[in-house]
């Protein structure tokens, strides 16, 4: 037979479309993972208005989610780092270091608080850049990180105290008719990055670097140039994040926001975002960070003490990621 | 004289201690197609690799219309030098639409408005290459089956904004199209090709190839070895210049086999992805094939028979413990980070026990043996598993299942990309591991290797639709079979 692997290839030889009906299905799920998020906050604001009804006011609201500010802006940074398949551990730190030169420098020598500030973006940057050139795991050259912006932190604020710049509690203490601040803010950020993420044409070359580098790569785009973007992105963020806060808290600690490492994580992954593909959404991520927020003061309001919450968050993310696995079951599989 | 569109002068490749492109020529003209044809391995996609500046040749040259251009040669040269390349595994981004898809490669597609641009540039070229496609250009690339993806791609690969269009690299375009689509698509390429546009088309199907090339070029061992145009080629002088292994392994030499199989079962399972199908058998010492269709639910029985040797009492009834051989290596075979020997090794661990732990020499001894026994080409099994060629790879899995104690070994078309002198090696043991009393049932897309087997089962969508016996066993009968009613 001089049949020359003819049958591999042959035409006849391949798929048969048969999942036109799956497809209807599929965008079923689609839009019920999508929404799934947002299922989850109004659980969550639902409980927290049942065990509190006296907060579902303008000013019940701004207060319980006043934090949520400065802990979507961190989502949104982690986000970044999630869209280019690597996953950042040092996110918390870097707010907390941020918080400190944000009540020292900034408000002593503003110039001088600037420059440092830059220069926290530039070292995100380079760690893409170390990440990506000598291919090493992101997670171990942040944690590795982590270290390094805590005790930079603590040399510049060696304990509790400083003082925030004025214009950075203005803004933070900002009252909006109507819509409570921290809720215009998080939209407005979600927003913005959606604009420049998912719908403008450089968006796309970033998500399509956590969706397929080889193609990237093949259509001639640098990935290090796309990391060290995202990266710089994420400080930018981080940035914004540990400012927001200590417009919030007037004062400053190395160990601030430790706690936002794995909050923004969550956050994440809450919103429907997912560890690799460049799949993300920044609505998701923004709602995800407000669920969280809410999260911790309904489970005060429960009278659930502060050593159980890390906890009983920990659950909230469990169970919706298993709703979620729920939803993905009997997917069409490919 | 046509003008020439691109020229390779004195290509050479080398990854690691393999040659892959051991100095290649080649020419190709404006408006002219050329059909690149050769073994798997004979240097093919990398040499188009080297003209779509995703692989730096390590020595050569590389002319576009005139202009050597091997100094700064990168993608996006390439690219804006209007090559255009379809590669073998797609790429797309499987989380973008299509529309955004189409922004990766074409650096034109910013500013305001240009994801409506485009939108309009990928579903025109679409409606143009493939009419009635019924593709969603907002779809992502993910939620389209292969043969969608594949025709978004190449009609990508043909739209045109600011950069020109020469040349355009077709690697196996047809692998996931049907006859229609596939038809659609050479038709276009011709009227492409008579606007001025050149291209190199890769293919397995030397019907495709002899029909739609202006020259075709007959690569071999990183070299070519033939390059005529292509009405002075027949089919058999293509087969004869590639040099393929005369494999005329005769069908009576194994019905002479057919007396020996016992008679009791191994397997007795019926395919649970399909209503209305037959069941499939597999008695004691017996190599069983499936064939058919590629993906028409061959694998899913291999899964379904293994998980029913796990669960006795099920619908399905295994006789013994069965041993499954990956054909996609990299993501259900091998593991990565581990050494040769423990990649042969790790089915047997339960044997190579003393106490609760497992005894060194005794995992290294099986390592050893195996090694002589299958011919692994390596001088250490302690190596890492990735230091071995891709067939090498594959003999280790072999290794791991053969050396367990399976009695049924599951193979899922585990020959792909393995070279022709392994190939024969394998089924050599295959037989003898038959006539040992081993029950083999063997999923492949190659009707040759069904030679080998005792008997086949045709699937079509999901169900079984023929049982071909020892002297049925040829292309004519199968295709038949697989394309009853469909074709």
Redesign the interface.
Known sequence: ???????????????????SRM?AL?LNRKTLRALLPLLSLVIVLVATFYAQPRTMSYFGLNLMLQYAVPIALATIAQMFIITVNDLDLSIGPFVGLVGCIGATYLNDTPLLGIVALALCIAAYAAMAALIHLRNLPSIVVTLGASFVWLGIAVLILPSPGGKAPDWLKAIMSLQVPVVPFPIVAALAIAALVHVGLM?S??G??M??T???P????????SELRTKMAMYALAGLFGVLSGLSLIGLTTSADAHIADRYTLYAIAGVILGGGEFV???VSPFGAVIGALTLALAGSFLIFMRISPDWQIGAQGAILIIVLALRALINTGEAR? | MPKVAVELTRITKSFGAVRALGGVDLMLAEGECLGLVGHNGAGKSTLMHVLAGTLRPDSGSLAIAGEDVSAHFSAATASAHGIRCVFQELSLCPNLTLVENARITHRALKGFGWKARARKLIAAKLDEIFPNHGIDVDAEAGDLNIGQRQMAEIARAFTVTDEPLRVVILDEPTSSLDAVTAKQLLTFMRREVAKGVSTILISHLLGDVLDHCDRIAVMKDGKVVAERAARDFTRNSLVAAMGAAAETKSVRQIRSRAAKISTEIAVAATPETAGRTASLTVNKGEIVGLAGLAGHGQTRMLIQIFEGARKPGGATKVAGEAAFIAGDRQSDGIFNLWSIGENTTVSSLKTLRRGPLIAADREAEMARDWKERIGIRTPDMNDNILTLSGGNQQKALFARALGSKADIVLMDDPMRGVDVSTKLEVYDMIRKEAEAGRSFVWYTTEIDELSHCDRAYIFRNGAIVAELGPDELTEDKVLHASFAESA
């Open positions: 037979m001089t049949n020359y692997g003819e049958s591999r290839n042959h035409p006849f030889l391949s798929y048969r479309d048969c999942e497809t599929a719908t044409s450089y796309v070359i998500r399509g956590g969706g397929n080889r193609a990237m790569a093949r259509a001639g785009w593909g460049g799949r490919r």
